[in-house]
């Protein structure tokens, strides 16, 4: 301990040296004398802490940490103030996290661990912790060894990576690596260490050689050498499949190598292959001397042309060094690395590098980008240690709340949201039946807001009349509240029906019209189309919701009506076709001299099989036979038709396009129809999913074959996905 002691010594001032001394001694009358293992749980945790360069309330937490976990309680005692009390209250909330939970979850929990962090020093803190129980992982039992490492593998692994905290993810890397591979992991082991013997020399005497030149121009220069980790080494050597082709990525899920077999080789030619399992690493003052140091290293030694220059477009966890490679006189490569002190701290400590211990100490931040969180703060200039503190203390989650299912399934609610909001975010279903709920195992009402780590658990009833009118209200999620509309939307259907039925014939004797000849399949199928109705009884819901006027309804009815009464019938009723001029593309079976007009719902060219449909005041309307809209006709008005063949006038034809939403899209298409020569008369896009264009083209076309055949062409076209004729 005294070594411990010595070391805090040197990095804290003398006040708060004495706090953690009181805080260590505090722990030491807890225990009595008993539970060493306990004791030295603590003072391991302390000393990752230290070694990651938090401040000392860090450092208190970690002492005591093994006690609170038994004894919550002991935070209220006065030698704690409201910020150490904070984080053990933070870090027991992450305590109670399910943490194993299917590989679509794992990015939600990394980010509901963060958002229950708040203090960027808790994340720190619980991941030093979790560091700490490596050294006393032979006292648990199988079961909780199995847990721990799922764990370490799916969400501390990648913590410490997006927080540049190398030394832990290396134990972390190597500790899962010998568990879930360890014949593996011990014939890597012993196939490196024969490696290091061989090449040891050769190193130190690049090391040696490094330091007499760069004496001169980097007076303060440290040289030195760096060997791979083990999990890293194997890593590269699946990266390169250089060892079996069925390595998994040891970064994922079922990873550190579950898949491969255990009696894997490594031998030599393998390992030579991986030129930075030996690395020498040069560490200089100013980011000049980095480059003149690189000139100094390809004078000195053969450069093999490998060189990625780091400071200059820095990795985006903020990583900077120049990295290159040399090849010695026995022909072994060896990679250099050449960065500042500065940002080999950062490289070491990623953010925790940042927290200066000694009061008034500034850190020099320039140029440095943390990527936490994908970037979520710049720091551009010196800051004082106190600054740094409101920084670790930013909430990088404001305005978010994660919060998890009895099942572990995390969810992601905008601040203020509730269980209803819970509910229906599972499935509308749960939403409509829900008649209560628990947080945390307490039944609380349905307005009350949800918090980081709260454990949310709906109770549903299905004999429940569904949600109430005043959730819409509590709700505060967009998908929630409309979940909510649709509910009342289709539950009142059968009232609103009803509603509606009542307001359009209430509305129509209003203005004297008569509804038995307005509603009419003719007329209606138009309406249901301009206002996408599903028919009669979805109108009249609409109605009765408030979705649609009586007045609209009924405008459109009553001028579909008047244009179709304006001269076809005599007063008996009769048709009088022969008094109706036809233009001649249209010959009317046992008529001549009809006035004739193509249907637009399916827009029929020469060579479609045709039927004719008297219509009201409007001549014959041309449909194809297989038009759907003729299902709704009145079957004793068709008449048989047939297309004039002498006719050489060109027609309106259309086609659908469903393409790949890519630039020039339009240009594409329209350079096929002018190679073709033919006229574009309309076009209308729309965009129906993040990557997909639909796009219906209107053509003056001669026929159909003429039309058949550009589908064909379009087709072949890189963008279309599908192409068929509009209907």
Known sequence: MEKFFEKIGNVLAQKDYEYVRNTYNLMKDKYKGNDLESQRFAVKIAEAILDNRLDYKSIVVGLMYPIFRIEPSIVDLDIFDEEIKGIFNRIAKIDNLNLTTHQEQLDNIKNMFIALAKDIRVIIIKLCIEESKLDFIDNMSEELVENYMKSVSDVYFPLCQMLGLNTIKNNF????????????????????????????????????????????????????????????????????????????????????????????????????????????????????ECYAALGKVFTTFKPLGNFKDYIANPKENGYQSLHTAIV????????????????????????????????????????????????????????????????????????????????????????????????????????????????????????????????????????????????????????????????????????????????????????????????????????????????????????????????????????LYKADNKELFAPNKEYQLNNIKN????????????????????????????IGYISRGNGVTIHRRDCEALKNYEFERLIECSWNTTSNKNFVGSITIIATDTPGLVSVITKKLNDEKINMVGLLAKKIEDNKVVVTIHLNIKDKADLDALIVKIKQLNIALEVYRTN
């Open 173 to 288: 890397g190597n500790a899962t690596f010998k568990y879930y591979k360890p014949a593996m992991y011990k014939e890597l082991s012993e196939a490196l260490n024969t490696f290091m013997e061989e090449r040891n020399n050769n190193i130190q005497e690049v090391i040696s050689r490094l330091k007499t030149e760069l004496v001169q121009i980097c007076p303060n220069a440290v040289v030195y050498g760096r060997q791979k980790q083990l999990f890293s080494i194997a890593k590269k050597l699946q990266s390169k499949n250089m060892a079996v082709s069925t390595i998994t990525d040891i970064y994922g899920r079922n990873n550190y190598l579950h898949d491969v077999a255990d009696n894997v080789s490594f031998n030599e030619n393998k390992l030579n292959q991986i030129m930075d399992i030996l690395a020498v690493r040069i560490l200089v003052d100013r980011v000049e």
């Open 583 to 610: 233009e001649g593309d249209i010959e009317v079976k046992g008529f001549s001299n009809l006035l004739t007009k193509l249907a637009k719902c399916c827009s029929p060219l020469p060579g479609d099989d045709i």
């Open 328 to 559: 010695l006189d026995n022909g072994d490569p060896v990679e250099v690395q050449i960065r500042t002190f500065d940002m080999h701290t950062y490289a070491e400590y990623g953010f925790a590098a940042h927290w200066a211990y000694k009061e008034k100490k500034k850190v020099d931040e320039s140029g440095v980008k943390i990527n936490y969180i994908r970037s979520i703060m710049d720091l551009h200039k010196e800051k004082s240690n106190d600054e740094l503190l409101e920084i670790m203390n930013t909430d990088v989650y404001s305005g978010k709340i994660f919060v998890q299912s009895p099942q572990g399934k995390i969810i992601e609610f905008p601040e203020g949201a509730t269980p209803i909001d819970f509910a229906y975010a599972i499935h509308s279903n749960i939403g409509n039946t829900c008649v209560g709920a628990k947080i945390n195992d307490r039944m609380v009402p349905l307005s009350t807001p949800m918090n980081n780590g709260d454990i949310i658990e709906i109770i549903t009833n299905p004999n429940s009349n569904g949600p109430s009118r005043d959730w819409l209200k509590l709700a505060k999620t967009s998908s929630a509240k409309s979940k909510i509309n649709t509910f009342f939307k289709k539950a009142m259907k059968e009232e609103n029906i009803k509603k509606g039925k009542a307001i359009l014939e209430n509305y129509a004797k209003t203005k004297a019209l008569n509804l038995s000849k307005l509603l009419v399949n003719e007329y209606l199928e138009e309406l249901y189309e301009k206002y996408s109705f599903q028919g009669i009884d979805d109108m009249y819901a609409s109605l009765g919701f408030g979705s649609i006027t009586a007045g609209q309804v009924l405008n459109k009815l009553n001028a």
